[in-house]
């Protein structure tokens, strides 16, 4: 069954020690998506790959890189957490073209910074 | 910049009742609208987009311009419609989705 996957699902961290979560998808997608989601709020997008391209949004702190070695997998890292980045991480795919414009989530990652 | 806001942070109606949840969005172009739901323990997906003019689950929702609004509707809600409902934008010409707060429903038997 074609889906996108996040690993791990609850991950807990030290304040400022180096985190990665992952997502993989089986959906050929170009487009990988990495919102971040607090109580209560809307998903803000972090960042998102199309294909190899690398398109962060203005507002995201330097704090959050992303990878993407293949079509298959992208990485978040949280190179410091802070209190503030705890938070649901939600990664998504989307075709990109053809007018193709339905997001596919993973389920997830909930981030606790202690 | 485009903007999605969904008024309401919870619904709750009992079983059989009309639901309604509002979506009005800012965006000076021609924007694709979605409403995706997200039940427990599940990830988030596709509800139903405005181009397909489709009923999902008993749900419409139609594409006001004037009103600049997307609401979702059920004539009779379900105990298993209740979840986090999030409405969604994407600009003309683009593929990234915006989205609103949510909306909890909570449909009471």
């Known amino acids: 069954d074609a889906m996108v996957i996040q690993n791990p699902r609850y991950q807990v961290t030290q304040f400022g020690k180096p985190v990665t979560l992952s997502c993989s998808q089986t959906?050929?997608?170009?487009?990988m998506y990495w919102y971040q989601q607090k109580s209560s709020q809307a998903p803000k997008l972090l960042f998102h790959?199309?294909?190899?391209?690398?398109?962060n949004e203005a507002d995201t702190p330097d704090n959050f890189q992303s990878r993407r070695p293949n079509t298959s997998f992208c990485f978040l890292d949280i190179r410091s957490p802070g209190l503030g980045d705890a938070a649901m991480y939600l990664c998504?795919?989307?075709?990109?073209?053809?007018?193709?414009?339905?997001?596919?989530f993973g389920q997830g990652t909930r981030l606790t910074v202690v | 910049a485009q903007r999605v806001t969904q008024p309401e942070k919870l619904l709750s109606v009992f079983k059989g009742a009309p639901v309604e949840l509002k979506c009005n969005y800012s965006?000076?172009?021609?924007?694709?609208l979605f409403w995706y739901v997200q039940y427990s323990r599940q990830r988030l997906q596709l509800l139903l987009r405005h181009i397909s003019r489709e009923s999902i689950k008993g749900f419409t929702a139609d594409l006001n311009k004037g009103e600049t609004s997307f609401h979702l509707k059920k004539p009779f809600a379900q105990e298993e419609d209740s979840a986090m409902y999030y409405c969604?934008?994407?600009?003309?010409?683009?593929?990234?989705?915006?989205f609103g707060r949510g909306t909890s429903l909570i449909v009471h038997p």
């Open positions: 790959y199309y294909d190899k391209d690398f398109n």
């Open positions: 959906l050929n997608h170009n487009v």
């Open positions: 969604a934008l994407v600009s003309g010409g683009s593929y990234i989705p915006t």
């Open positions: 965006y000076s172009g021609s924007p694709e």
């Open positions: 998504a795919t989307g075709a990109g073209t053809g007018g193709r414009t339905e997001a596919f």
